[in-house]
Every structure is written in C-alpha cells, then in structure tokens.
C-alpha cells in the first residue's frame, strides 16, 4: 500500500518530489512535496466537511490565491517559500479547488437530472 501512494500520488499531482521541498518522518521523505501534501490534506478536509457546511463559490476561487500568489513571486523572484509556508497555502488550494470541483460536479448532476 505505501508503496502504492509513493508511486501513484506524484504522478496524480503532478509532483516534483525535490527533497529541499519535502518533509520528512523518521528520516523517510514523503512521497509528495510539502505544497502537495498541503493540498492533499485540504482535499481530505473537504471530503469530511462538505456535507456540512459548503463554502461559496467565490469564497472558494478566493481560497486559490494565496498559492497562486506565493508560488508565482517565488516563480519570478529570488524569494523561496518555507515548507510550512508551502503546507498551508497548499492547504487552502487544495479546499478551494477541491469544493469547485465537487460544486460543480453536483450542479452539473442536478442539470442533467433535471433535463430528465
């Protein structure tokens, strides 16, 4: 199984597993950067609360910024991100894009039911 996840999860993120840019557990690099992992975790967030509670939809295009924005000066600029900088705005990418995903998903559902 965990051989699984470290073969599958950088292929289904599109992850570049550089080591400077992971963190580790027992001296074990995770299978997927600290930015990822923020994003797998804000996906499983999501998957536990979205029958709860469902965040708007411009609440959620807004929770895409933050990565967006520390990715991109990093990008263009000689700033580097910390790991846990990366985590959290991973976390919030991952929520936000994970619930307009989901939302329209059932939207689209819905449609199409109503179609019948």
Not at 13 to 27: I, K, L, V, W
Not at 57 to 76: E, H, K, N, R, S
């Amino acid at each position: 199984m965990i051989s699984f996840l470290y073969r599958s999860l950088p292929i289904v993120f599109g992850c570049h597993c550089r080591a400077d840019r992971s963190f580790f557990f027992h001296g074990k690099q995770f299978p997927i950067c600290a930015r990822c992992t923020g994003e797998l975790a804000g996906m499983v967030i999501l998957s536990l609360t979205y029958a709860i509670y469902r965040l708007p939809v411009l609440y959620a295009a807004g929770f895409l910024i933050p990565m967006t924005l520390d990715g991109g000066i990093q990008l263009l600029t000689k700033y580097e991100s910390t790991n846990f900088r990366r985590f959290f705005t991973g976390i919030f990418f991952g929520y936000g894009f994970f619930n307009l995903f989901i939302t329209g998903a059932v939207v689209s559902y819905q449609y199409g039911y109503n179609l019948l």
